[in-house]
């Protein structure tokens, strides 16, 4: 069974979903994640997802001004991908994220994850830049209030 939690900063979990990020969205672009990369996490939000207690997808909330937050890092497990494990998690971090009076969200996606972003209202909002040698598009989402 798969779970939604929100993730203490330093905690076990935390520290497991550090490496998850590290796996999937660093190391295949040659890079670790550093101290810098990781020097606002404390002021954020954390959310996962178990699968028998083991993290399998992660995802930061940044909150911003004026009702609004960057959604960060979202990575799922390459073996929970196409499982709706990703879905889950961003519902929940979704709703976290309006309880906590946030009413718009803004990402960067890389250009392969547009089309899954998109189908939860994400709408393009800029032109795209390039980062990490990999095409982002700026998205935003009004939050259901």
Sequence with gaps: MVNCVEVAFASQRYRDLLRLREKYLRAPLGFKL?????????????????????????????PGSQQSAQLRQMVVDKQWQGKGVGETLLRFAHDQSAQRGVQT??????????????????????????????????????LPV
């Excluded at 810098?36 to 028998?52: G, I, M, R, V, Y």
């Excluded at 909002?125 to 700026?138: D, K, M, Y």
Aim: net charge neutral.
């Design 34 to 62: 550093t101290s810098q990369d990781t020097c606002d996490d404390q002021q954020q939000w954390h959310f996962a997802s178990l699968a028998d207690g083991k993290i399998i997808a992660g995802v930061i909330i940044a």
């Design 105 to 142: 969200i803004t990402l960067n996606a890389r250009d392969s994850a547009v089309g899954f972003y998109t189908r939860f209202g994400y709408r393009r909002c800029g032109a795209s830049h390039t980062l990490f040698g990999i095409v982002h598009w700026p998205m935003a989402v009004a």
